[in-house]
């Protein structure tokens, strides 16, 4: 089936959005057949509501292999190298 791009309006908001072909064929491959009721932005705010306002804490750290700065989701203690995504995604 050949799908389309559709400009839908947000539930919360009220802004218009696009609901692109490709979007259109992911939602079809997982058996989903309602369209999305909130644009993007609205989406990422109510799944952090429901999460309680969760909000990853990130820590800076210095990257054992290209020395680079980086954001890590976990306190870095000093007795294990730590890498960027960078290297990280080169090493695994």
């Given at each position: ?46 799944k952090s ?44």
């Amino acid at each position: 089936m050949a799908y389309e791009d559709i400009i839908l309006q947000c539930a919360d908001c009220g802004c218009d959005f696009e609901f692109t072909a490709s979007e259109q064929e992911f939602y079809a491959s997982k058996g989903l057949t309602n369209q999305p009721k909130r644009c993007k932005p609205c989406r990422n705010a109510k799944k952090s509501q429901s999460r309680g306002g969760y909000q990853r804490r990130m820590y800076d750290a210095v990257c054992s292999e290209c020395g680079e700065n980086a954001q890590v989701p976990f306190q870095p203690s000093g007795d294990r190298p730590v890498l960027c995504k960078n290297c990280y995604s080169k090493s695994y």
